[in-house]
């Protein structure tokens, strides 16, 4: 008789075992939720890991807001690459808030490209900045020397052409219309530039983790976010640990010669790999993704979806009075054929399945429809390519010569369209 007692017991036993386990685990869970989120609130490198995707649910109203959304890219007054940014954060000098009587003023908007992951003196939008003023001046009678100067210090009451740069790093469309609305429009330029990076823009719209749509709980979890990061963090860090030394760096050749084309290439200051071969062979198999063709089995961005947010953009800065110039900047594996075809071999990929030339098709279509005009960078730097890399060491960013040749197609380019005056008005 005990022992059927007993045996009635043991299930019941096992279910407040389990339940007791089930319960620990779940506060075990919910604390580390909680203790995650405080780091993350004190502690950058841990918000870094683990704040989800998509973690905003509105846009920035105020441009205090927009700091806090990109704290991490957009730091007032911080050291990047030997450069104080300015007060707002930007990579640049002061902006001017007045209006220079005879200066033409730009803005340049877009994601890490403009913001520039070289030295500022070598970054794509400031070349292209020094390059116009050297272009102004010199057909202004100016001597070449003191052009340079100008160009390269700013030194002047009133430069020919002012180049703002606010690009922000990790960035989309979405972001580019909120930085225009807070910050471009009050500086009132005469023309805006929206760089776009074909490697991942149309993908960060279509993926909605700008300002995007809820994500399933999981997904939005810090825990969670901050165990697959912490995770791949190491895991990356093992696979580096083995990695060569930087190779010595060969000196670049100059960019194809031009009429404002100078000799304003150097090697890089730094060549240090980003990410390990392997992981790097994963982030450009995402990038291949902007290239697949209609109908082909590689899943591909959502066109529609991203010119729509193209065009919204175009919309809010032209609504302002304000031409758009829409300059296209090529991930490499639309510049260099061989990274293409390791990437696609990497990805069990057909060669067949992707079309190089498809983004730029589908936005060149876009910009004829609309009356925008479009800079395309990606002919000069396929030229250039032909004599050597244009991009940095496991990055999907320009190396300095990779910068240098974009900024004189897009200096070169603006001055062919007659948006940019290319003497100093009177």
Not at 259 to 284: N, Q
Not at 379 to 392: I, K, V
């Amino acid at each position: 008789m005990r022992e059927s007692r007993a045996t009635q017991k043991t299930p019941a036993r096992l279910l407040r075992g389990l339940a007791a386990v089930l319960g620990s685990l779940l506060l075990a869970v919910v604390a580390g939720e909680i203790v995650v989120r405080l780091a993350a609130s004190h502690m950058p490198g841990v918000r870094l890991l683990a704040e989800p995707l998509g973690t905003r649910r509105r846009e920035p109203q105020t441009f205090a807001e927009l700091l806090h959304a990109y704290r991490d890219h957009l730091v007032p007054f911080r050291v990047w690459k030997g450069f104080r940014c300015n007060s707002l954060g930007f990579h640049d000098v002061e902006f001017r808030r007045e209006r220079t009587p005879g200066t033409f003023r730009i803005v340049g908007l877009g994601d890490s490209f403009a913001y520039g992951n070289v030295t500022y003196g070598r970054s794509y939008l400031t070349l292209a900045e020094a390059l116009l003023i050297l272009a102004a001046l010199e057909r202004d009678g100016g001597e070449r020397d003191a052009a340079a100067t100008h160009a390269m210090h700013g030194d002047t009451d009133a430069p020919p052409v002012e180049l703002d740069n606010l690009g922000v790093p990790a960035s989309g469309l979405a972001d580019y219309r909120v930085v225009w609305q807070l910050v471009g429009r009050a500086l009132a330029p005469d023309l805006a530039v929206i760089t776009i990076y074909l490697g991942n823009d149309p993908r960060d719209f279509a993926d909605q983790t700008r300002f995007g749509k809820t994500r399933p709980a999981w997904q939005r979890s810090w825990l969670v976010t901050f165990l697959q990061r912490a995770t791949k963090l190491a895991r990356e860090r093992w696979r580096m640990r083995d990695a060569d030394e930087p190779a010595p760096i060969p000196s670049p050749a100059a960019p194809p010669a031009g009429p404002l084309v100078g000799a304003m290439t150097e090697v890089d200051d730094d060549d240090r790999p980003e990410f390990s071969d392997e992981a790097f062979l994963d982030i450009e198999a995402l990038e291949l993704e902007m290239l697949a063709r209609p109908g082909a089995k590689l899943r591909g961005p959502d066109w529609d979806a991203f010119l729509a947010a193209l065009g919204e953009l175009v919309d809010v800065i032209e609504r302002d009075g304000v031409p758009v110039v829409l300059a296209l900047a090529p991930s490499r594996l639309q510049v260099h054929p061989e990274d293409l075809a390791m990437v696609a071999a990497h990805a069990g990929v057909a060669l067949d399945d992707v079309d190089p030339d498809l983004p730029q098709r589908r936005i060149a279509e876009f910009a004829a429809a609309r009356g925008v005009a479009v800079v395309d960078l990606t002919p000069a730097l396929r030229r250039a390519a032909s004599e050597g890399t244009l991009y940095r060491r496991n990055d999907t960013h320009w190396n300095v010569r990779g910068n240098a040749v974009a900024a004189a197609e897009l200096a070169t380019r603006l001055a062919a369209l007659g948006v940019v005056p290319t003497a100093t008005r009177r």
